[in-house]
């Protein structure tokens, strides 16, 4: 069991990358779970009409179990890069299919800023922030067009969701970042003052 524990332990040089590396890969392990179950009650209640579903749900969790595995060994940052990009596109591809009303994805999108701003930091959390902004309004504006021709639009697409959006998402990216910050400032600077390595 000991054997097991330390095989399972993040790999990292400080208690900051370790901590984030237990982030990345928990985050990862849980939305495998999430998705395991999802698939498995659409099963049991005769939901799933498609077994490309399930065969996307499989190649998806050898995904995420792939980038926990690369946190585990150290790959912290990059880890962390590829599951909120992941994340990312998967919310943006539900949004332009099914628009921000029919389907919760567009409020979802708070999950990768709010994960990049924990595992990366304030500054990837606000290009997480602006590229989601970017990508509702673009989204928005295609709609409107027709463009995407499966979604259902309204009006309110362009002059309430797409703004509100974006500031709902730079909030969380400053108020989640800016605290991920100060608080790892903190951490290294009581760190120093114990080990004696501030300057005097």
Avoid: C
């Avoid at 498609?50 to 980038?67: D, Y």
């Avoid at 990009?85 to 999108?109: C, M, N, P, W």
């Avoid at 922030?129 to 309110?156: C, D, R």
């Avoid at 730079?170 to 951490?187: D, H, K, S």
């Amino acid at each position: 069991m000991n054997k097991l524990i330390a095989w399972l332990a993040p790999r990292a040089n400080s208690p900051v990358q370790r901590v984030r590396a237990l982030l990345v890969m928990l985050f990862a392990l849980g939305i495998f779970l999430a998705l395991f179950a999802l698939i498995l009650y659409w099963v049991l209640t005769g939901a799933l009409d498609s077994l490309i579903t399930i065969l996307a749900g499989l190649v998806f969790g050898l995904i995420l179990l792939s980038i926990a595995r690369l946190a585990q060994v150290g790959k912290v940052d990059l880890s962390a890069w590829l599951l909120g990009i992941l994340l990312s596109v998967i919310i943006f591809l539900d949004v332009a299919q099914y628009g921000f009303t029919e389907s919760i994805a567009a409020s979802a999108y708070a999950l990768p800023v709010v994960f990049s701003a924990l595992a990366l930091g304030l500054a990837p959390a606000l290009l997480f922030a602006f590229l989601g902004g970017v990508v509702m309004w673009v989204l928005a504006f295609a709609m409107s067009q027709g463009w995407l021709a499966n979604s259902f639009y309204h009006e309110s697409f362009l002059s309430f969701h797409a703004p509100a959006l974006t500031l709902y998402y730079f909030l969380l990216a400053l108020l989640v970042g800016g605290w991920n910050r100060a608080l790892t400032q903190l951490l290294g600077r009581e760190r120093s003052l114990f080990t004696g390595d501030l300057p005097r």
